[in-house]
């Protein structure tokens, strides 16, 4: 009997060190699998997850607008005073609810092209107001026109046709017309053919964006996703040539395996250049671990702090000789209007790009940037755009609406604020797929290890103990 005892405990022992053993060569070999299905399924191809969702997004996206409303317009055209501004919003629209076109797979270089339609659908319940609503801006053609007609006659010329318009240096326009445009009186003035319409996101619906074409992962899964060529409506050719400044993703996804040390770089159109985040914190999104990634202050550096920067900078008197930091031009891409893009409430600018704007509030948790990437797919599951588009008004003296300005302003116009968060559908989908499948492989890895090791423990315990007292 004591034989039989005595082989039992081995026996238990054997089979805990084999379960012992086999959870520990499941971990890597479960690792392997692991890997080799979210290779699979990243790819840009028909059939697979990443596909799916990349085609047409199940997140609503929201984007929300607050403008900031003008408050002394006469007192600022006259004695050049600082300019007071109230925010009003949100206004709020869906955009991005429209799927990709003309997806075109190439195997020679394994990239797939398309082009995005755009759209913006108003959402009453979500606003404050309605797009009728009016508020009091820069006139966005007059503050244009001595920016891009530097010429002391032709600027004369244009001042008769601005007083013909009555037009001024601020105007009233409803949320409608500032956003997606509006025909202007002073343009129309104009005897050569030359756009008249105008608007901060003219033009918007109806229209696409693109050419895309980006790597669609099959060759290199750590391409996946990113831009190879953008041909879109704005002029990028400088940006490209210039100051390389296409790369990345557009941030609805990036190459899987995401580490916190890696910087995300994507691109976006509305601000015409790539940009990057940099790993802040982990967040637990609906039970799902994802990494919060940040844009971070030196992105809208001076070219002195972050010489990446230096496209941004096209002149010396408004930038104090590229030292003030917070804004970017990006009039290049925007037809040679002066058009400067910061974040909301110039939030990390410096004091002399707010100092002449009263009525401004910078707050690091409303007016940053953010995305939640869950690190095993690269997949971005929430996000939050925060942007301030403003505009440069400097003085003209053969222009009478600007000649009583004594020192150029940037004035902010408005800020937007889009957002995605996975729906509670797609989390369901998600972690069948996804999560569930990696969560209940590495509960069985270590449930094996586990239980193998302490039955190892237990047996061999008992087995001492059975032979110390045979042997008395």
Same mark, same amino acid.
């Given at each position: 009997?004591?034989? +039989?005892?005595?082989? *039992? ?14 959870? *520990? ?38 984007? $929300? ?5 003008? $408050? ?12 007071? @501004? %109230? ?18 797979? +190439?195997?020679?270089?394994? /990239? ?44 004369? @010329? ?22 997606? *445009? ?35 992962? #099959? ?9 190879? /060529?953008?041909? *879109? %409506? ?5 940006? #490209? ?18 580490? %916190? ?24 999104? #609906?039970?799902?671990? @994802? ?22 900078? /096209? ?16 009039? #290049? ?48 599951? $929430? ?60 509960? @069985? ?28």
């Amino acid at each position: 009997m004591g034989c +039989d005892l005595n082989c *039992g405990l081995i026996t238990g022992a054997i089979i805990g060190a084999v379960l012992a053993v086999f959870g *520990g060569i499941l971990m890597p070999v479960g690792d392997l699998l692991i890997e080799k299905t979210i290779k699979r399924e990243v790819v840009l191809e028909e059939g697979t997850i990443a596909f799916k969702n990349w085609v047409k997004t199940g997140t609503t996206v929201y984007r $929300q607008f607050w403008i900031f409303d003008v $408050q002394n317009p006469e007192e600022v055209a006259k004695n050049s005073s600082k300019i007071k @501004v %109230k925010q009003r919003g949100p206004y709020t629209y869906r955009v991005r609810y429209l799927a990709k076109e003309n997806i075109t797979q +190439d195997p020679k270089d394994s /990239t797939v092209s398309f082009v995005q339609p755009n759209g913006a659908i108003f959402e009453p319940s979500l606003s404050v107001g309605t797009e009728n609503d009016n508020f009091t801006v820069p006139n966005l053609a007059v503050a244009a026109a001595p920016h891009i007609y530097q010429n002391s006659f032709i600027q004369g @010329v244009l001042n008769n046709l601005i007083k013909k318009s009555k037009s001024s240096m601020f105007q009233t326009r409803s949320l409608k017309e500032l956003l997606w *445009g509006y025909k202007d009186p002073f343009l129309s003035l104009i005897p050569y053919p030359i756009s008249t319409t105008v608007g901060v996101f003219y033009p918007y619906n109806n229209t696409v964006d693109g050419v895309y074409k980006v790597f669609n992962g #099959k060759d290199n899964i750590n391409k996946v996703a990113i831009i190879d /060529t953008y041909k *879109g %409506k704005r002029n990028l050719s400088y940006w #490209k040539s210039y100051c390389d400044m296409i790369n990345g993703t557009d941030a609805a996804s990036f190459p899987p395996f995401v580490e %916190k040390s890696r910087t995300l770089r994507f691109f976006s159109p509305d601000i015409c250049r790539s940009i990057y985040a940099v790993f802040e914190s982990e967040v637990n999104l #609906k039970g799902i671990p @994802v990494y919060r990634f940040v844009l971070p202050v030196n992105a809208f550096a001076s070219p002195l702090q972050n010489p990446d920067n230096h496209c941004f900078c /096209t002149e010396k008197v408004i930038s104090n000789n590229c030292t003030s930091y917070g804004v970017l031009d990006i009039g #290049k891409c925007k037809e040679g209007k002066p058009v400067y893009i910061s974040l909301p409430h110039f939030l990390h600018a410096s004091p002399d790009v707010s100092e002449p704007i009263q009525g401004l509030n910078p707050n690091e948790d409303e007016h940053r940037t953010y995305l939640d990437v869950e690190p095993i797919t690269g997949f971005t599951l $929430q996000f939050a755009k925060r942007l301030q588009v403003n505009i440069l008004v400097k003085p003209a003296r053969k222009i009478e609406a600007l000649r009583n300005l004594k020192r150029p302003y940037i004035v902010p116009i408005l800020w937007l604020n889009e957002t995605g968060t996975i729906g509670d559908e797609k989390v369901e989908i998600f972690r069948n797929q996804v999560t569930g499948k990696i969560n209940l492989l590495d509960l @069985v890895e270590r449930v094996l290890l586990v239980v193998g090791v302490l039955m190892f423990v237990a047996f061999m315990i008992s087995y001492c103990a059975c032979r110390s007292k045979n042997g008395k």
